[in-house]
């Protein structure tokens, strides 16, 4: 399996590029959208009445990844199953829209039968992100008021699994 590119590449908010060319032929998006790596957006009970809501807020405005926001969503999903059963409904609250494309240019032998250099740049698709504004709510928590410790832990094991600060707020 091929490696993910690093983060930094993709982490600031830019303008997202759609293609335009003076040929209509070559006005598309090459390779369509990914495969999404999030499984569900909502775990636990959710038809039930909670009287206390946590937010996991983003400090910094940033796109987020699908496979680190999978990631968090799986290890708080499994502390509060094994902590408090069914008892809460957690969901996740940003979708990944923005492609994410890499241009690969090879080097070495045999490079000049498989790199295009920058005449067709305009890349395959390789993943997808959230684009998270700042203070932007990532995930929410619906819990009793007796399970606030618990679910505090919750996120905050979350936030370790996302590229940016976050912040827990009760309310």
């Given at each position: 399996?091929?490696?993910?590119?690093?983060?930094?590449?993709?982490?600031?908010?830019?303008?997202?590029?759609?293609?335009?060319?003076?040929?209509?032929?070559?006005?598309?998006?090459?390779?369509?959208?990914?495969?999404?790596?999030?499984?569900?957006?909502?775990?636990?009970?959710?038809?039930?009445?909670?009287?206390?809501?946590?937010?996991?807020?983003v400090?910094?405005?940033?796109?987020?990844?699908?496979?680190?926001?999978?990631?968090?969503?799986?290890?708080?999903?499994?502390?509060?199953?094994?902590?408090?059963?069914?008892?809460?409904?957690?969901?996740?609250?940003?979708?990944?829209?923005?492609?994410?494309?890499?241009?690969?240019?090879?080097s070495?032998?045999?490079?000049?039968?498989?790199?295009?250099?920058?005449?067709?740049?305009?890349?395959?698709t390789?993943?997808?992100?959230?684009?998270?504004?700042?203070?932007q709510?990532?995930?929410?928590?619906?819990?009793?008021?007796?399970?606030?410790?618990?679910?505090?832990?919750?996120l905050e094991?979350?936030?370790?699994?996302?590229?940016?600060?976050?912040?827990?707020?009760?309310?």
């Amino acid at each position: 399996m091929a490696r993910l590119r690093k983060f930094s590449a993709y982490q600031n908010l830019e303008r997202p590029y759609t293609r335009i060319s003076k040929y209509t032929k070559q006005n598309y998006v090459r390779g369509g959208f990914p495969h999404m790596k999030i499984v569900r957006f909502d775990m636990g009970t959710a038809n039930k009445e909670y009287d206390t809501t946590l937010k996991l807020n983003v400090q910094r405005a940033m796109n987020i990844r699908q496979e680190s926001l999978e990631s968090a969503r799986v290890v708080s999903n499994r502390y509060l199953e094994k902590t408090l059963g069914k008892n809460f409904h957690l969901r996740l609250k940003v979708y990944p829209f923005h492609v994410l494309r890499e241009n690969p240019l090879a080097s070495g032998a045999g490079a000049d039968r498989m790199s295009t250099g920058m005449k067709m740049s305009y890349g395959k698709t390789i993943g997808c992100a959230a684009r998270m504004k700042e203070g932007q709510t990532a995930f929410e928590l619906r819990i009793e008021k007796k399970d606030l410790k618990a679910a505090r832990e919750a996120l905050e094991r979350a936030a370790t699994k996302l590229p940016c600060s976050c912040k827990v707020v009760v309310s």
